[in-house]
T-cell receptor, first 112, second 113 residues
């Protein structure tokens, strides 16, 4: 079964708007990662947040982690049509943080 | 820098045939992963190598699936015999060890008729 579950499954917004995607997980983690997948391509790593961190920024991306609620959110600000993709959260389940369990993903469409 | 390279990009074959998928990880990465992605099951980790040694193969669905990593720059995933339910996109990824991002290839889209 999937460790992480993204919400919503699909999101459609206008260019310039913010997009928020949420991820919930079930067991203790040592890190949580977000990835993007464009159609027909492999996943691309966006950001990694460790279990002792609460928030992390990278350009227009902001990730939060609430280990008490076992949840994380990914915020994309000022979205662009090029942000159209599927976004996945992944949790590391081994001590080395290597073995990832991916959620089902959020399909984001940004309309120009 | 070259990313993770997978071949072939597409494979169409008949049920019962042997299928071999290939992966060249990023130089210097010592962890390698094989994943399978389907609409029904999402992205599943099949097997994980560290320093060319299989560490966890609990995701390999059946004995028909096998994976090898003879050296640090090459890995194969083999399905023998193949079945229609093996149709999926298979990804290879590599990373440095420990809390590091994984770098994915563009996958092999496998169709078993």
């Amino acid at each position: 079964s999937q460790q992480g579950e993204e919400d919503p499954q699909a999101l459609s917004i206008q260019e310039g708007e913010n997009a928020t995607m949420n991820c919930s997980y079930k067991t203790s983690i040592n890190n949580l990662q977000w990835y993007r997948q464009n159609s027909g391509r492999g996943l691309v790593h966006l950001i990694l947040i460790r279990s002792n961190e609460r928030e992390k920024h990278s350009g227009r991306l902001r990730v939060t982690l609430d280990t008490s609620k076992k949840s994380s959110s990914l915020l994309i600000t000022a979205s662009r049509a090029a942000d159209t993709a599927s976004y996945f959260c992944a949790t590391g389940r081994d001590n080395a943080g290597n073995m990832l369990t991916f959620g089902g993903g959020t399909r984001l469409m940004v309309k120009p | 820098d070259a990313g993770v390279i997978q071949s072939p990009r597409h494979e169409v074959t008949e049920m019962g045939q042997e299928v071999t998928l290939r992966c060249k990880p990023i130089s210097g990465h010592n962890s390698l992963f094989w994943y399978r992605q389907t609409m029904m099951r999402g992205l599943e980790l099949l097997i994980y190598f560290n320093n060319n040694v299989p560490i966890d193969d609990s995701g390999m669905p059946e004995d028909r699936f096998s994976a090898k990593m003879p050296n640090a720059s090459f890995s194969t995933l083999k399905i023998q015999p193949s079945e229609p339910r093996d149709s999926a996109v298979y990804f290879c990824a590599s990373s440095a060890t420990g809390f590091q991002p994984q770098h994915f290839g563009d996958g092999t889209r496998l169709s078993i008729l």
